[in-house]
């Protein structure tokens, strides 16, 4: 099991950018996908980049191509997600998830842990 813990939320204009962290702790990360989901008010959870901590394998959703971009950082153990030119449409609590793989798969169910979450709010 690995432990999760996202910060970096906050309120920004359109336009605007924010950097999402995820820590983990725990069970080595070595041989497991990690991703982030967002979740809006009334609507379903639904993914939105994952990465495979090993190296070789990336996905985006087609809406944040372009604009988010999620990297590994082997020093500190984290996951961040880059956001630049933020939507108010991106306004959604963002969580990070984590499960054993090769493949970066975009069903939530795929996933084994998850974070509490950090809010992200992107005002017009």
């Known amino acids: 099991q690995v432990q999760l813990v996202e910060s970096g939320g906050g309120l920004v204009q359109a336009g605007g950018s924010l950097r999402l962290s995820c820590a983990a702790s725990?069970?080595?990360?070595?041989?497991?996908?990690m991703s982030w989901f967002r979740q809006a008010p009334g609507k379903e959870r639904e993914f939105v980049a994952g990465i495979r901590w090993s190296g070789g394998s990336i996905s985006y959703a087609e809406f944040v191509k372009g604009r988010f971009t999620i990297s590994r950082d082997y020093a500190k153990n984290t996951v961040p997600l880059q956001m630049n030119s933020l939507k108010p449409e991106d306004t959604a609590i963002y969580y990070c998830?984590?499960?054993?793989?090769?493949?970066?798969?975009?069903?939530?169910?795929?996933?084994?842990?998850w974070g509490q979450g950090t809010q992200v709010t992107v005002s017009s």
């Open positions: 725990g069970r080595t990360l070595s041989g497991s996908i």
């Open positions: 998830a984590a499960r054993p793989g090769v493949i970066v798969p975009t069903s939530g169910y795929e996933y084994t842990d």
